[in-house]
Protein backbone atom coordinates (compact mmCIF):
# COMPACT_ATOMS: atom_id res chain seq x y z
CA UNK A 1 0.00 0.00 0.00
CA UNK A 2 1.24 3.40 -1.12
CA UNK A 3 1.91 6.06 1.73
CA UNK A 4 1.30 9.48 1.71
CA UNK A 5 2.49 11.81 4.20
CA UNK A 6 -0.21 13.93 3.37
CA UNK A 7 -2.95 11.54 3.82
CA UNK A 8 -5.55 12.69 5.85
CA UNK A 9 -8.61 10.07 5.78
CA UNK A 10 -11.95 10.80 7.50
CA UNK A 11 -13.73 7.86 9.29
CA UNK A 12 -17.33 8.83 10.07
CA UNK A 13 -18.12 6.65 12.75
CA UNK A 14 -22.00 7.73 13.81
CA UNK A 15 -22.56 5.20 16.74
CA UNK A 16 -21.06 2.66 18.74
CA UNK A 17 -23.20 -0.16 17.44
CA UNK A 18 -25.86 -0.38 14.48
CA UNK A 19 -29.62 -0.04 16.45
CA UNK A 20 -28.91 1.74 19.08
CA UNK A 21 -29.90 5.27 17.51
CA UNK A 22 -28.18 7.27 14.87
CA UNK A 23 -28.77 10.78 14.68
CA UNK A 24 -29.48 12.07 11.03
CA UNK A 25 -27.95 15.54 12.26
CA UNK A 26 -25.05 14.06 13.51
CA UNK A 27 -24.07 11.97 10.42
CA UNK A 28 -25.50 14.96 8.05
CA UNK A 29 -22.37 17.06 10.33
CA UNK A 30 -19.84 14.65 9.75
CA UNK A 31 -20.73 14.50 6.09
CA UNK A 32 -20.33 18.42 6.22
CA UNK A 33 -16.88 18.37 7.18
CA UNK A 34 -15.50 15.92 4.31
CA UNK A 35 -15.80 12.52 5.65
CA UNK A 36 -14.56 9.61 3.32
CA UNK A 37 -16.08 6.64 4.42
CA UNK A 38 -18.83 6.18 7.29
CA UNK A 39 -18.64 3.06 9.40
CA UNK A 40 -19.89 1.15 12.31
CA UNK A 41 -19.91 -2.29 14.43
CA UNK A 42 -23.04 -4.19 14.97
CA UNK A 43 -22.12 -6.60 17.17
CA UNK A 44 -20.15 -7.42 19.57
CA UNK A 45 -19.64 -10.90 22.18
CA UNK A 46 -20.65 -8.30 24.91
CA UNK A 47 -24.32 -9.54 25.44
CA UNK A 48 -23.19 -13.25 25.71
CA UNK A 49 -23.44 -16.78 23.64
CA UNK A 50 -27.53 -16.95 22.69
CA UNK A 51 -26.76 -14.54 19.89
CA UNK A 52 -24.01 -16.67 18.41
CA UNK A 53 -25.64 -20.23 19.14
CA UNK A 54 -28.93 -19.05 17.64
CA UNK A 55 -27.72 -16.12 15.37
CA UNK A 56 -30.71 -14.00 16.22
CA UNK A 57 -29.70 -10.21 16.60
CA UNK A 58 -29.82 -9.07 19.76
CA UNK A 59 -31.51 -5.12 18.74
CA UNK A 60 -34.90 -5.11 17.65
CA UNK A 61 -35.13 -5.31 13.65
CA UNK A 62 -36.84 -1.88 13.92
CA UNK A 63 -33.98 -0.10 15.44
CA UNK A 64 -31.68 -1.47 13.45
CA UNK A 65 -33.92 -0.53 10.16
CA UNK A 66 -34.20 2.72 11.18
CA UNK A 67 -30.43 3.31 11.59
CA UNK A 68 -29.39 1.46 8.20
CA UNK A 69 -32.40 4.03 6.48
CA UNK A 70 -30.63 6.75 7.91
CA UNK A 71 -27.16 5.43 6.72
CA UNK A 72 -28.16 4.16 3.50
CA UNK A 73 -29.92 7.44 2.41
CA UNK A 74 -26.40 9.19 3.36
CA UNK A 75 -24.57 6.96 1.52
CA UNK A 76 -26.68 7.52 -1.42
CA UNK A 77 -26.49 11.26 -1.71
CA UNK A 78 -22.64 11.55 -0.54
CA UNK A 79 -21.14 8.65 -2.08
CA UNK A 80 -18.85 7.59 -0.06
CA UNK A 81 -18.32 3.85 0.74
CA UNK A 82 -20.61 2.68 4.26
CA UNK A 83 -19.24 -0.12 6.45
CA UNK A 84 -20.84 -1.74 8.85
CA UNK A 85 -19.02 -4.84 10.74
CA UNK A 86 -20.45 -7.60 12.69
CA UNK A 87 -23.70 -7.59 11.30
CA UNK A 88 -26.74 -8.87 13.68
CA UNK A 89 -24.48 -9.39 16.60
CA UNK A 90 -22.82 -11.99 16.03
CA UNK A 91 -21.80 -11.76 12.62
CA UNK A 92 -22.83 -15.35 11.86
CA UNK A 93 -23.96 -16.29 8.13
CA UNK A 94 -27.93 -16.22 9.52
CA UNK A 95 -27.21 -12.72 10.73
CA UNK A 96 -25.44 -11.40 8.17
CA UNK A 97 -28.34 -12.61 5.90
CA UNK A 98 -30.85 -10.72 8.81
CA UNK A 99 -29.23 -7.50 8.09
CA UNK A 100 -29.08 -7.92 4.26
CA UNK A 101 -32.78 -8.54 4.24
CA UNK A 102 -33.26 -5.24 6.15
CA UNK A 103 -31.02 -3.62 3.29
CA UNK A 104 -32.79 -4.60 0.87
CA UNK A 105 -35.99 -3.52 1.65
CA UNK A 106 -35.08 -0.03 2.52
CA UNK A 107 -33.61 0.23 -0.41
CA UNK A 108 -37.06 -1.07 -2.16
CA UNK A 109 -38.84 1.63 -0.29
CA UNK A 110 -36.37 4.13 -1.46
CA UNK A 111 -35.68 3.22 -4.53
CA UNK A 112 -31.90 3.63 -3.65
CA UNK A 113 -29.74 1.28 -6.03
CA UNK A 114 -26.35 0.09 -4.15
CA UNK A 115 -24.12 -2.16 -5.09
CA UNK A 116 -23.96 -4.37 -1.77
CA UNK A 117 -21.12 -6.45 -0.72
CA UNK A 118 -21.64 -9.60 1.93
CA UNK A 119 -18.82 -10.74 3.60
CA UNK A 120 -19.37 -14.00 5.17
CA UNK A 121 -16.81 -15.54 7.73
CA UNK A 122 -18.66 -18.25 9.67
CA UNK A 123 -16.69 -21.11 9.55
CA UNK A 124 -17.85 -25.49 8.83
CA UNK A 125 -17.13 -26.70 12.27
CA UNK A 126 -15.39 -29.80 10.91
CA UNK A 127 -13.14 -27.84 8.67
CA UNK A 128 -12.06 -26.06 11.85
CA UNK A 129 -11.96 -29.30 13.43
CA UNK A 130 -9.76 -30.43 10.87
CA UNK A 131 -7.40 -27.38 10.94
CA UNK A 132 -6.88 -28.26 14.52
CA UNK A 133 -6.14 -31.57 13.93
CA UNK A 134 -3.15 -29.98 11.67
CA UNK A 135 -2.15 -27.87 14.33
CA UNK A 136 -2.95 -24.67 12.84
CA UNK A 137 -5.06 -23.45 15.74
CA UNK A 138 -3.60 -22.23 19.11
CA UNK A 139 -5.69 -21.59 22.02
CA UNK A 140 -5.61 -18.03 23.94
CA UNK A 141 -5.38 -17.87 27.58
CA UNK A 142 -6.91 -19.09 29.76
CA UNK A 143 -7.54 -21.55 27.71
CA UNK A 144 -5.06 -24.55 27.39
CA UNK A 145 -5.85 -27.32 24.59
CA UNK A 146 -6.98 -27.16 21.05
CA UNK A 147 -8.68 -30.54 20.81
CA UNK A 148 -10.62 -31.11 17.30
CA UNK A 149 -13.46 -32.27 19.35
CA UNK A 150 -14.09 -29.01 21.19
CA UNK A 151 -14.46 -27.53 17.38
CA UNK A 152 -16.87 -29.88 16.35
CA UNK A 153 -19.31 -29.60 19.08
CA UNK A 154 -19.70 -25.86 18.65
CA UNK A 155 -22.73 -24.86 16.73
CA UNK A 156 -21.55 -22.02 15.40
CA UNK A 157 -17.95 -20.74 14.38
CA UNK A 158 -17.09 -17.42 12.97
CA UNK A 159 -13.72 -15.59 12.28
CA UNK A 160 -13.05 -11.97 13.48
CA UNK A 161 -12.03 -10.44 10.15
CA UNK A 162 -9.56 -8.08 9.87
CA UNK A 163 -9.47 -4.89 7.34
CA UNK A 164 -8.38 -6.50 3.90
CA UNK A 165 -11.79 -7.87 3.23
CA UNK A 166 -13.60 -4.87 3.61
CA UNK A 167 -10.67 -2.98 0.94
CA UNK A 168 -10.94 -6.06 -1.59
CA UNK A 169 -14.74 -5.15 -1.58
CA UNK A 170 -14.26 -1.16 -1.81
CA UNK A 171 -11.96 -1.97 -4.79
CA UNK A 172 -14.33 -3.90 -6.26
CA UNK A 173 -16.71 -1.13 -6.17
CA UNK A 174 -19.27 -1.80 -3.50
CA UNK A 175 -20.91 1.29 -2.13
CA UNK A 176 -21.97 -0.90 0.89
CA UNK A 177 -20.52 -3.34 2.61
CA UNK A 178 -22.09 -5.55 5.55
CA UNK A 179 -19.44 -7.91 7.06
CA UNK A 180 -19.84 -10.83 9.19
CA UNK A 181 -18.20 -11.39 12.21
CA UNK A 182 -15.47 -8.30 12.43
CA UNK A 183 -12.48 -7.27 14.75
CA UNK A 184 -14.19 -3.81 15.96
CA UNK A 185 -10.89 -1.49 15.34
CA UNK A 186 -10.82 -3.27 11.55
CA UNK A 187 -14.24 -1.26 10.22
CA UNK A 188 -12.91 1.57 11.43
CA UNK A 189 -8.92 1.00 10.13
CA UNK A 190 -10.51 -0.19 6.41
CA UNK A 191 -10.62 2.95 4.56
CA UNK A 192 -7.72 5.00 6.38
CA UNK A 193 -5.53 1.96 5.88
CA UNK A 194 -6.56 1.55 2.15
CA UNK A 195 -5.92 5.15 1.62
CA UNK A 196 -2.27 5.25 2.64
CA UNK A 197 -2.67 6.30 6.38
CA UNK A 198 -0.27 5.23 8.74
CA UNK A 199 -1.28 1.92 10.31
CA UNK A 200 -0.45 2.84 13.48
CA UNK A 201 -3.13 5.76 13.91
CA UNK A 202 -5.58 3.67 11.64
CA UNK A 203 -5.65 1.25 13.95
CA UNK A 204 -5.30 2.86 17.48
CA UNK A 205 -8.22 5.60 15.59
CA UNK A 206 -10.06 2.37 15.13
CA UNK A 207 -10.04 1.20 18.52
CA UNK A 208 -10.76 4.74 20.64
CA UNK A 209 -13.99 5.14 18.08
CA UNK A 210 -15.27 1.77 17.96
CA UNK A 211 -17.89 2.24 20.75
CA UNK A 212 -19.08 6.05 19.06
CA UNK A 213 -19.62 8.58 21.67
CA UNK A 214 -17.85 6.65 24.51
CA UNK A 215 -14.74 8.31 23.77
CA UNK A 216 -16.22 11.89 24.51
CA UNK A 217 -17.22 13.44 27.94
CA UNK A 218 -20.76 13.29 27.12
CA UNK A 219 -20.96 9.20 25.96
CA UNK A 220 -24.60 9.20 25.25
CA UNK A 221 -24.45 11.60 22.60
CA UNK A 222 -24.20 10.28 18.54
CA UNK A 223 -20.68 9.17 17.51
CA UNK A 224 -17.10 10.74 16.45
CA UNK A 225 -15.23 11.78 13.86
CA UNK A 226 -11.48 10.22 13.35
CA UNK A 227 -9.13 11.77 11.39
CA UNK A 228 -6.03 9.46 10.34
CA UNK A 229 -3.11 10.67 8.54
CA UNK A 230 0.61 8.70 8.32
CA UNK A 231 1.85 9.85 12.09
CA UNK A 232 -1.35 10.95 14.02
CA UNK A 233 -4.69 10.77 14.12
CA UNK A 234 -7.28 13.39 15.31
CA UNK A 235 -10.63 12.59 17.41
CA UNK A 236 -13.46 14.59 17.95
CA UNK A 237 -17.46 14.66 18.60
CA UNK A 238 -19.87 15.15 15.90
CA UNK A 239 -22.10 17.04 18.19
CA UNK A 240 -21.95 20.47 18.94
CA UNK A 241 -21.20 21.00 22.60
CA UNK A 242 -19.52 17.12 22.71
CA UNK A 243 -16.48 17.35 23.82
CA UNK A 244 -13.25 14.97 23.88
CA UNK A 245 -10.23 15.54 26.49
CA UNK A 246 -6.89 13.73 26.93
CA UNK A 247 -8.53 11.64 29.46
CA UNK A 248 -11.56 10.80 27.64
CA UNK A 249 -10.07 9.84 24.38
CA UNK A 250 -6.80 7.84 26.52
CA UNK A 251 -9.07 6.49 29.41
CA UNK A 252 -10.71 4.59 25.82
CA UNK A 253 -7.96 2.21 25.57
CA UNK A 254 -8.90 0.40 29.16
CA UNK A 255 -12.42 0.08 27.83
CA UNK A 256 -13.38 -3.64 27.50
CA UNK A 257 -9.76 -4.45 27.18
CA UNK A 258 -7.66 -6.99 29.42
CA UNK A 259 -4.50 -5.29 28.53
CA UNK A 260 -4.24 -1.11 28.07
CA UNK A 261 -1.28 -1.00 26.24
CA UNK A 262 -1.80 -3.70 23.40
CA UNK A 263 -4.49 -5.00 21.33
CA UNK A 264 -3.92 -8.12 19.19
CA UNK A 265 -5.31 -7.78 15.75
CA UNK A 266 -5.52 -10.16 12.72
CA UNK A 267 -2.60 -9.28 11.14
CA UNK A 268 -0.41 -7.62 14.35
CA UNK A 269 0.07 -5.89 17.35
CA UNK A 270 -1.41 -2.57 18.06
CA UNK A 271 0.93 -0.91 20.49
CA UNK A 272 0.13 2.36 22.42
CA UNK A 273 2.19 2.56 25.55
CA UNK A 274 4.58 4.93 23.64
CA UNK A 275 1.34 7.37 22.73
CA UNK A 276 0.67 10.69 23.54
CA UNK A 277 -2.33 12.64 23.56
CA UNK A 278 -2.66 16.45 23.30
CA UNK A 279 -6.14 18.44 23.02
CA UNK A 280 -5.83 20.97 19.97
CA UNK A 281 -8.53 22.65 21.37
CA UNK A 282 -11.89 22.30 23.42
CA UNK A 283 -13.29 19.15 21.48
CA UNK A 284 -10.70 17.70 19.73
CA UNK A 285 -7.68 15.50 20.90
CA UNK A 286 -4.55 14.37 18.60
CA UNK A 287 -3.40 11.33 19.45
CA UNK A 288 0.48 10.38 18.13
CA UNK A 289 3.13 7.70 18.83
CA UNK A 290 1.03 4.81 18.34
CA UNK A 291 2.34 1.62 16.08
CA UNK A 292 1.60 -1.50 14.39
CA UNK A 293 3.90 -3.97 14.88
CA UNK A 294 2.94 -7.09 11.67
CA UNK A 295 2.61 -10.82 12.87
CA UNK A 296 1.58 -13.30 10.95
CA UNK A 297 -1.50 -13.23 9.94
CA UNK A 298 -4.36 -15.04 12.30
CA UNK A 299 -8.08 -14.83 12.87
CA UNK A 300 -9.60 -14.96 16.08
CA UNK A 301 -12.40 -17.75 16.18
CA UNK A 302 -15.60 -17.72 18.84
CA UNK A 303 -17.84 -20.26 19.17
CA UNK A 304 -20.81 -21.18 20.86
CA UNK A 305 -22.68 -24.25 21.74
CA UNK A 306 -26.03 -24.88 23.00
CA UNK A 307 -26.20 -27.26 26.63
CA UNK A 308 -29.38 -28.15 28.32
CA UNK A 309 -32.60 -26.19 29.20
CA UNK A 310 -33.65 -23.99 32.26
CA UNK A 311 -36.87 -22.97 33.52
CA UNK A 312 -37.31 -20.53 36.44
CA UNK A 313 -39.77 -19.19 38.32
CA UNK A 314 -39.75 -15.79 40.85
CA UNK A 315 -41.00 -15.73 44.39
CA UNK A 316 -41.28 -12.69 46.35
CA UNK A 317 -40.29 -12.94 50.31
CA UNK A 318 -41.36 -10.43 53.03
CA UNK A 319 -41.54 -13.09 56.08
CA UNK A 320 -39.49 -11.79 58.80
CA UNK A 321 -38.99 -14.72 59.95
CA UNK A 322 -36.87 -15.33 56.52
CA UNK A 323 -35.00 -12.23 56.34
CA UNK A 324 -33.68 -13.34 60.05
CA UNK A 325 -32.45 -16.36 58.54
CA UNK A 326 -31.47 -16.01 54.74
CA UNK A 327 -28.13 -18.44 54.29
CA UNK A 328 -30.11 -21.11 56.86
CA UNK A 329 -33.84 -20.60 54.55
CA UNK A 330 -32.01 -21.31 51.16
CA UNK A 331 -30.08 -24.16 51.92
CA UNK A 332 -33.04 -25.71 53.95
CA UNK A 333 -34.83 -24.57 50.70
CA UNK A 334 -32.27 -25.76 48.17
CA UNK A 335 -32.08 -29.54 50.07
CA UNK A 336 -35.96 -30.36 50.33
CA UNK A 337 -36.26 -29.02 46.97
CA UNK A 338 -33.32 -31.48 45.46
CA UNK A 339 -34.86 -33.86 47.49
CA UNK A 340 -38.47 -33.74 46.25
CA UNK A 341 -37.25 -33.96 42.91
CA UNK A 342 -35.30 -37.03 43.27
CA UNK A 343 -37.77 -38.78 44.71
CA UNK A 344 -40.93 -37.91 42.58
CA UNK A 345 -39.12 -37.67 39.65
CA UNK A 346 -36.83 -40.87 40.10
CA UNK A 347 -33.81 -41.79 37.43
CA UNK A 348 -35.71 -40.05 34.71
CA UNK A 349 -34.65 -36.23 35.72
CA UNK A 350 -31.14 -37.02 34.71
CA UNK A 351 -28.76 -34.93 35.10
CA UNK A 352 -29.67 -31.23 37.02
CA UNK A 353 -29.31 -28.45 38.52
CA UNK A 354 -31.75 -25.91 40.94
CA UNK A 355 -30.24 -22.70 42.12
CA UNK A 356 -31.70 -20.46 44.20
CA UNK A 357 -30.74 -17.18 43.82
CA UNK A 358 -31.99 -14.73 46.38
CA UNK A 359 -31.90 -10.52 45.03
CA UNK A 360 -31.37 -8.33 48.15
CA UNK A 361 -29.13 -10.55 49.89
CA UNK A 362 -26.16 -12.07 47.64
CA UNK A 363 -27.77 -13.14 44.18
CA UNK A 364 -25.21 -10.88 42.41
CA UNK A 365 -22.04 -12.26 43.93
CA UNK A 366 -23.39 -15.55 45.32
CA UNK A 367 -20.51 -15.16 48.36
CA UNK A 368 -21.53 -15.21 52.33
CA UNK A 369 -23.12 -12.34 53.63
CA UNK A 370 -21.51 -10.54 56.50
CA UNK A 371 -23.71 -10.69 59.68
CA UNK A 372 -23.46 -6.76 60.51
CA UNK A 373 -24.93 -6.05 57.11
CA UNK A 374 -28.38 -4.94 57.80
CA UNK A 375 -31.18 -7.28 56.78
CA UNK A 376 -32.77 -7.37 53.66
CA UNK A 377 -36.42 -5.84 53.50
CA UNK A 378 -37.33 -7.96 50.71
CA UNK A 379 -35.90 -10.97 48.78
CA UNK A 380 -36.81 -11.80 45.63
CA UNK A 381 -35.97 -15.22 45.31
CA UNK A 382 -35.28 -16.37 41.90
CA UNK A 383 -35.25 -20.18 41.17
CA UNK A 384 -33.44 -21.96 38.70
CA UNK A 385 -33.76 -25.00 37.67
CA UNK A 386 -31.19 -26.63 34.71
CA UNK A 387 -32.02 -29.57 32.83
CA UNK A 388 -31.02 -31.60 29.68
CA UNK A 389 -34.68 -30.78 28.22
CA UNK A 390 -37.10 -28.13 28.56
CA UNK A 391 -39.57 -30.90 29.48
CA UNK A 392 -37.45 -31.81 32.36
CA UNK A 393 -36.66 -28.53 33.54
CA UNK A 394 -39.96 -27.36 33.54
CA UNK A 395 -41.18 -30.64 35.46
CA UNK A 396 -38.85 -30.04 37.71
CA UNK A 397 -40.36 -26.55 38.44
CA UNK A 398 -43.37 -27.40 38.86
CA UNK A 399 -42.60 -30.22 41.26
CA UNK A 400 -40.85 -27.79 43.16
CA UNK A 401 -43.57 -25.43 43.17
CA UNK A 402 -45.36 -26.08 46.37
CA UNK A 403 -42.34 -25.70 48.41
CA UNK A 404 -40.80 -22.67 46.57
CA UNK A 405 -44.26 -21.22 47.70
CA UNK A 406 -45.15 -22.45 51.51
CA UNK A 407 -41.94 -23.72 52.96
CA UNK A 408 -41.46 -22.40 56.30
CA UNK A 409 -38.10 -21.53 58.13
CA UNK A 410 -38.74 -24.55 60.41
CA UNK A 411 -41.29 -27.31 60.54
CA UNK A 412 -42.83 -26.00 63.52
CA UNK A 413 -43.77 -23.02 62.20
CA UNK A 414 -47.00 -22.36 60.76
CA UNK A 415 -47.66 -22.72 57.12
CA UNK A 416 -46.13 -19.35 54.94
CA UNK A 417 -47.84 -18.29 51.50
CA UNK A 418 -45.08 -16.43 49.50
CA UNK A 419 -45.77 -13.98 46.89
CA UNK A 420 -45.44 -15.44 43.50
CA UNK A 421 -46.05 -12.89 40.87
CA UNK A 422 -46.80 -14.82 37.91
CA UNK A 423 -49.31 -17.28 36.95
CA UNK A 424 -48.28 -19.78 36.15
CA UNK A 425 -45.67 -19.38 38.14
CA UNK A 426 -42.49 -21.37 35.96
CA UNK A 427 -41.47 -19.40 33.30
CA UNK A 428 -39.43 -21.53 30.83
CA UNK A 429 -36.43 -19.82 29.43
CA UNK A 430 -35.33 -21.66 26.83
CA UNK A 431 -31.80 -23.19 25.80
CA UNK A 432 -28.80 -22.42 27.37
CA UNK A 433 -25.57 -21.43 25.82
CA UNK A 434 -21.78 -21.46 26.36
CA UNK A 435 -18.91 -19.83 24.87
CA UNK A 436 -16.61 -22.57 23.86
CA UNK A 437 -13.80 -20.70 21.77
CA UNK A 438 -10.76 -18.45 22.52
CA UNK A 439 -8.43 -19.31 19.75
CA UNK A 440 -6.97 -17.94 16.86
CA UNK A 441 -5.70 -19.72 13.34
CA UNK A 442 -3.27 -19.40 11.26
CA UNK A 443 -4.38 -17.83 8.13
CA UNK A 444 -2.05 -17.75 4.77
CA UNK A 445 -4.83 -16.18 2.52
CA UNK A 446 -7.57 -14.49 4.32
CA UNK A 447 -10.08 -15.51 1.39
CA UNK A 448 -9.86 -19.03 2.68
CA UNK A 449 -12.20 -18.19 5.67
CA UNK A 450 -13.89 -15.35 4.10
CA UNK A 451 -16.92 -15.53 1.14
CA UNK A 452 -17.60 -11.92 -0.44
CA UNK A 453 -20.60 -12.14 -2.34
CA UNK A 454 -21.70 -8.74 -4.53
CA UNK A 455 -25.37 -7.41 -5.00
CA UNK A 456 -25.35 -4.94 -7.17
CA UNK A 457 -29.29 -3.61 -6.85
CA UNK A 458 -28.98 -1.21 -9.49
CA UNK A 459 -28.55 -4.08 -12.49
CA UNK A 460 -31.14 -5.63 -10.58
CA UNK A 461 -33.43 -3.01 -10.65
CA UNK A 462 -32.83 -2.94 -14.49
CA UNK A 463 -33.28 -6.15 -15.71
CA UNK B 1 -6.28 2.61 56.98
CA UNK B 2 -8.25 3.63 53.89
CA UNK B 3 -10.26 1.29 51.89
CA UNK B 4 -9.78 1.04 47.76
CA UNK B 5 -13.37 3.22 47.70
CA UNK B 6 -12.08 5.96 49.65
CA UNK B 7 -8.73 6.58 47.30
CA UNK B 8 -10.40 5.94 44.22
CA UNK B 9 -13.04 8.42 42.22
CA UNK B 10 -13.99 5.36 40.05
CA UNK B 11 -13.62 1.64 39.93
CA UNK B 12 -15.61 0.07 37.13
CA UNK B 13 -15.55 -4.10 36.37
CA UNK B 14 -16.25 -5.24 32.70
CA UNK B 15 -15.97 -8.65 30.23
CA UNK B 16 -12.91 -8.21 28.59
CA UNK B 17 -13.76 -10.79 25.78
CA UNK B 18 -16.19 -13.91 27.13
CA UNK B 19 -13.40 -15.64 29.05
CA UNK B 20 -11.98 -12.71 31.09
CA UNK B 21 -12.72 -9.65 33.68
CA UNK B 22 -11.03 -6.55 33.80
CA UNK B 23 -10.99 -4.41 36.38
CA UNK B 24 -10.12 -0.36 36.33
CA UNK B 25 -9.51 1.79 39.24
CA UNK B 26 -9.26 5.37 38.93
CA UNK B 27 -6.99 7.14 41.75
CA UNK B 28 -8.95 10.48 43.23
CA UNK B 29 -5.47 11.96 42.03
CA UNK B 30 -1.66 11.98 41.17
CA UNK B 31 -0.72 11.63 45.28
CA UNK B 32 -3.30 8.83 45.74
CA UNK B 33 -2.14 6.82 42.88
CA UNK B 34 1.58 7.38 43.80
CA UNK B 35 0.70 6.13 47.34
CA UNK B 36 -1.65 3.32 46.83
CA UNK B 37 -1.59 1.32 43.70
CA UNK B 38 1.25 -0.25 44.65
CA UNK B 39 0.02 -1.52 47.97
CA UNK B 40 -0.09 -5.39 48.77
CA UNK B 41 -3.53 -5.65 48.57
CA UNK B 42 -3.64 -4.57 44.62
CA UNK B 43 -1.25 -7.12 43.49
CA UNK B 44 -1.89 -10.84 41.88
CA UNK B 45 -1.34 -12.65 44.78
CA UNK B 46 -3.98 -10.40 46.95
CA UNK B 47 -6.30 -10.18 43.83
CA UNK B 48 -5.97 -13.78 42.77
CA UNK B 49 -7.36 -14.82 46.51
CA UNK B 50 -10.16 -12.24 46.35
CA UNK B 51 -11.46 -13.34 43.57
CA UNK B 52 -10.42 -17.18 43.63
CA UNK B 53 -8.38 -17.64 40.36
CA UNK B 54 -4.88 -18.74 39.97
CA UNK B 55 -2.82 -15.57 40.82
CA UNK B 56 -0.11 -16.72 38.06
CA UNK B 57 -3.18 -15.45 35.58
CA UNK B 58 -3.42 -12.47 36.96
CA UNK B 59 -2.81 -9.21 34.60
CA UNK B 60 -1.45 -6.32 36.76
CA UNK B 61 -0.92 -2.78 34.85
CA UNK B 62 -0.02 0.53 36.14
CA UNK B 63 -1.35 3.29 33.82
CA UNK B 64 0.22 6.11 35.23
CA UNK B 65 -0.81 9.00 32.98
CA UNK B 66 -4.51 8.43 34.19
CA UNK B 67 -3.93 7.67 37.60
CA UNK B 68 -4.97 4.04 37.02
CA UNK B 69 -4.50 0.58 37.98
CA UNK B 70 -5.91 -2.25 35.43
CA UNK B 71 -5.93 -5.42 36.68
CA UNK B 72 -7.59 -8.29 34.97
CA UNK B 73 -8.07 -12.50 35.37
CA UNK B 74 -10.03 -15.21 34.40
CA UNK B 75 -13.87 -15.91 34.25
CA UNK B 76 -14.35 -18.67 36.61
CA UNK B 77 -16.90 -20.09 33.33
CA UNK B 78 -17.37 -18.12 30.39
CA UNK B 79 -19.76 -15.36 30.04
CA UNK B 80 -23.09 -16.97 29.80
CA UNK B 81 -23.24 -20.44 30.90
CA UNK B 82 -25.86 -22.22 32.99
CA UNK B 83 -24.80 -20.39 36.30
CA UNK B 84 -24.01 -16.76 35.13
CA UNK B 85 -24.68 -14.34 37.58
CA UNK B 86 -23.34 -11.17 35.98
CA UNK B 87 -22.99 -11.48 32.81
CA UNK B 88 -21.04 -8.03 31.70
CA UNK B 89 -19.07 -8.52 34.56
CA UNK B 90 -20.21 -5.10 35.42
CA UNK B 91 -20.83 -5.81 39.33
CA UNK B 92 -17.60 -7.33 40.19
CA UNK B 93 -15.82 -4.23 40.89
CA UNK B 94 -17.70 -4.11 44.00
CA UNK B 95 -16.37 -6.64 46.25
CA UNK B 96 -12.85 -4.77 45.93
CA UNK B 97 -14.39 -1.26 47.23
CA UNK B 98 -13.95 -2.44 50.80
CA UNK B 99 -10.73 -3.88 50.60
CA UNK B 100 -7.81 -2.27 53.31
CA UNK B 101 -4.90 -0.86 51.77
Keep these: MKKNSDTVVKVLVPIGALGMGVDQSDVDAGIAQGAHVIACDAGSTDSGPAYLATGLAKYSRDAVKSDLTILMRVQAAAKIPLLIGSCGTSGSDQALDWTRDIALEIAEEFGLTPRIALLYSEQDPKKIASLAESGEISPLPPLETSEPELFRSCDHIVALMGPEPYIAAIEAGADIVLGGRTTDTAVLAAVPLMRGAGSGPAWHAGKIAECGGLCTIRTREG ?113 VLVARVNATMGARVGQFDISLRPYGWNAVCGLPVERENSPARELGLLFVATAKTQELATQIAKTCNPWLFHLPVSDTDAMPSYAFPFSPAEIERGQIFEFKLNHVVAVSDWRDFVRTTMLDLEVTCNA | MPKVNDVCRYIRSKNAGPFWITLDLFFTDKEAYEEFASAPHLQPKSIAALYDVDASLVKHFPVPNLNVLKISFPRHAPQGGAMERDMHGGQQYVRLLDVEL
Design chain 1, 223 to 335: GVMISVGSDHFDVEPLRHGNRCTENTVSAHMLYENSDPFELHEPGGILKVADAKYESLDDRRVRVTGSKFVVRPYTMKLEGAVGLGFQTIMLVGIQDRKVLANVDMFIDRMHS
